[in-house]
């Protein structure tokens, strides 16, 4: 697929499709991910926005950053936010530019199971060089 492709192809979904390339094998559905249930069990659930949402990728980010390592969802919430390819935001610990790494994996063919498992080993320490 060439690079003006995928960008069409990106630029023409909907907000709240599921991106269709992604291998769904041996981890969550879209459906799942869709559910609000587990958003409710998350670290961050009732807790004020602007840490998550922060734009400078700044102090609050940061903090977002630490807040979500303890959180029991972090990986259905990363798994969502590439699913969905949430452009705001920090999600299961990571950050859209986080993220923007991850989603060409997924793009490349590469099964959300084997990126999830490789953004999370390494989480704390590919992210602490960066802060």
Request: hydrophobic share 35%.
């Amino acid at each position: 697929m060439t690079r003006r492709a995928v960008t069409t192809r990106v630029q023409q979904r909907d907000y709240g499709t599921p991106l269709q390339h992604v291998d769904h094998t041996g981890t969550y559905t879209a459906a799942q991910l869709d559910e609000q249930g587990w958003k409710l069990r998350g670290a961050c659930a009732g807790r004020p926005e602007h840490p998550w949402f922060d734009r400078a990728n700044g102090t609050e980010t940061h903090h977002a950053r630490r807040f979500c390592g303890g959180c029991p969802v972090a990986r259905m919430c990363l798994a969502a936010a590439l699913v969905f390819a949430e452009e705001y935001g920090t999600w299961g610990g990571h950050t859209p530019t986080d993220r923007q790494p991850l989603a060409a994996q997924l793009l490349a063919g590469i099964p959300l199971r084997a990126v999830l498992d490789h953004a999370l080993a390494g989480d704390d320490t590919a992210r602490k060089r960066s802060a």
